[in-house]
T-cell receptor, first 112, second 115 residues
Framework: GESVGLHLPTLSVQEGDNSIINCAYSNSASDYFIWYKQESGKGPQFIIDIRSNMDKRQGQRVTVLLNKTVKHLSLQIAATQPGDSAVYFCAEISGANSKLTFGKGITLSVRP | EAQVTQNPRYLITVTGKKLTVTCSQNMNHEYMSWYRQDPGLGLRQIYYSMNVEVTDKGDVPEGYKVSRKEKRNFPLILESPSPNQTSLYFC??????????????FGPGTRLTVL
């Protein structure tokens, strides 16, 4: 069936380095892709999104890349800070009712 | 302050005792949704509502009910809770879904334990 998943369960980076979090998806009909950040004890928080007709979108310190050929989504965080430590989820929107499907999540740990 | 609120935040109950988790948003959002989050499974949608009096099943609706009598409220009802419904529950809301995706705001979560 269609699914959204993540390659790695955990990622550890040095403070100040760039982080790259990857996600594979299987539904080629998805319209939107979103990255969420979830800090301990809190609900997911929207970071950035990208439409299926785009291949790159930049925000503040974050960039999302979409490669539809290989059905791959990535989140790049520049100059990673301790406050970036969290679980990150990719999610996709598809279907007539715009169903939101989440991946399983990856933990980003920032080393001081 | 624009927010989604859930109550209670923590609940321990016993099998078969009906419970309701409330969700309220003050952003005039049309779309509301409930998710459960379990280790290794991520967030899975239980039910969603496109607007008042319009609700539909998500991926894991069994054992749950919802209602949307008012725009701001979207309670989750467990008529007869079972231990496999022990989970972390999130309510979320946004303006209308559709091709122009609108940011979905999540509540703080409700940790439910069913003994």
């Amino acid at each position: 069936g269609e699914s959204v998943g993540l390659h790695l369960p955990t990622l550890s980076v040095q403070e100040g380095d760039n982080s790259i979090i990857n996600c594979a998806y299987s539904n080629s009909a998805s319209d939107y892709f979103i990255w969420y950040k979830q800090e301990s004890g809190k609900g997911p928080q929207f970071i950035i999104d990208i439409r299926s007709n785009m291949d790159k979108r930049q925000g503040q310190r974050v960039t999302v890349l979409l490669n539809k050929t290989v059905k791959h989504l990535s989140l790049q965080i520049a100059a990673t800070q301790p406050g970036d430590s969290a679980v990150y989820f990719c999610a996709e929107i598809s279907g007539a009712n715009s169903k939101l499907t989440f991946g399983k999540g990856i933990t980003l740990s920032v080393r001081p | 302050e624009a927010q989604v609120t859930q109550n209670p935040r923590y609940l321990i109950t016993v099998t078969g005792k009906k419970l309701t988790v409330t969700c309220s948003q003050n952003m005039n959002h049309e779309y509301m949704s409930w998710y459960r989050q379990d280790p290794g499974l991520g967030l899975r949608q239980i039910y969603y509502s496109m607007n008042v009096e319009v609700t539909d099943k998500g991926d894991v609706p069994e054992g749950y009910k919802v209602s949307r009598k008012e725009k701001r409220n979207f309670p989750l009802i467990l008529e007869s809770p079972s231990p496999n419904q022990t989970s972390l529950y999130f309510c979320a809301s946004s303006f209308r879904q559709g091709w122009s995706y609108n940011e979905q705001f999540f509540g703080p979560g409700t940790r439910l334990t069913v003994l």
